[in-house]
């Protein structure tokens, strides 16, 4: 997962190789029970926390075409 400050989608995508991406915000992932820790690693990783599969995959669907 990308996590920024600032970031664009573009910019937090750049380095994803998947041609389509779930998108939230650490504010919905919050208002789910969840969090969002920065974490170091490829790019602006961060690791999200405290929800379930299901819960995050509401939170990530519907996906969209990664941005060019």
């Known amino acids: 997962m990308q996590c920024g400050v600032g970031l ?6 750049a ?6 991406i779930g998108v939230t915000t650490v ?7 969840g969090d969002v820790i920065r974490t170091s690693s490829m790019g602006d990783h961060g690791t ?3 929800l ?9 669907t519907p996906t969209i075409p990664k941005p060019k």
């Open 52 to 60: 379930t599969p299901e819960q995050i995959n509401n939170l990530l």
């Open 27 to 33: 504010g919905e992932v919050r208002k789910a029970g």
């Open 8 to 13: 664009s989608i573009e910019e937090l995508a």
């Open 48 to 50: 999200l926390t405290g």
């Open 15 to 20: 380095v994803i190789c998947n041609g389509q």
